[in-house]
C-alpha cells in the first residue's frame, strides 16, 4: 500500500519557521512529482508547491513564494517544506501529495496526485 504521513506541524508565531516532512512508502517515490497542498477552515484546498521526480525544478504559489522551499531525499525517500516567515493566512491543514509514476510535469492541479497523506496542522499566531 501506498503512504504518505506528514509531520511537523504545530503552533508557531507569526515570523517564524517551520519544517514540514512527508515520509512516503510503498512506491517509487524517486519516480512522482510530490507537491504540498494546504486547506484552511472553510476553505478549499489550495496548491503550496512542488517538486519533479528529477529533482530538477520547483513551483510555488504566489502566496508562500519567496518564503517557503520544497525539497526531496530520494534515500529517506522524503519531501519537506521548508516554511519561513510565517503568516496568520499560512495556517491550515498541509497535505503531501505525489503523482502517478513517472509524472514529471509541476502541476498545480489536485487531479494529477494520486496519492495524498493525512495531512497535518499548521497554525500562525499573530
Known amino acids: 500500500q501506498v503512504q504518505l504521513v506528514e509531520s511537523g506541524g504545530g503552533l508557531v508565531q507569526a515570523g517564524g519557521s517551520l519544517r514540514l516532512s512527508c515520509a512516503a512508502s510503498?512506491?517509487?517515490?524517486?519516480?512522482?512529482?510530490m507537491a504540498w497542498f494546504r486547506q484552511a477552515p472553510g476553505k478549499q484546498r489550495e496548491f503550496a508547491a512542488a517538486?519533479?521526480?528529477?529533482?530538477?525544478?520547483?513551483d510555488y504559489a504566489d502566496a508562500v513564494k519567496g518564503r517557503f522551499t520544497i525539497s526531496r531525499d530520494n534515500v529517506k525517500n522524503t519531501v519537506y517544506l521548508q516554511m519561513n516567515s510565517l503568516k496568520p493566512e499560512d495556517t491550515a491543514d498541509y497535505y503531501c501529495?505525489?503523482?502517478?509514476?513517472?509524472?514529471?510535469?509541476?502541476?498545480?492541479?489536485?487531479?494529477?496526485?494520486?496519492?495524498w497523506g493525512q495531512g497535518t496542522q499548521v497554525t500562525v499566531s499573530s
Open positions: 501529495a505525489a503523482s502517478l509514476r513517472f509524472h514529471n510535469t509541476l502541476s498545480r492541479t489536485r487531479q494529477t496526485y494520486a496519492y
Open positions: 517538486i519533479n521526480w528529477k529533482d530538477i525544478s520547483t
Open positions: 510503498g512506491l517509487t517515490f524517486s519516480a512522482h512529482t
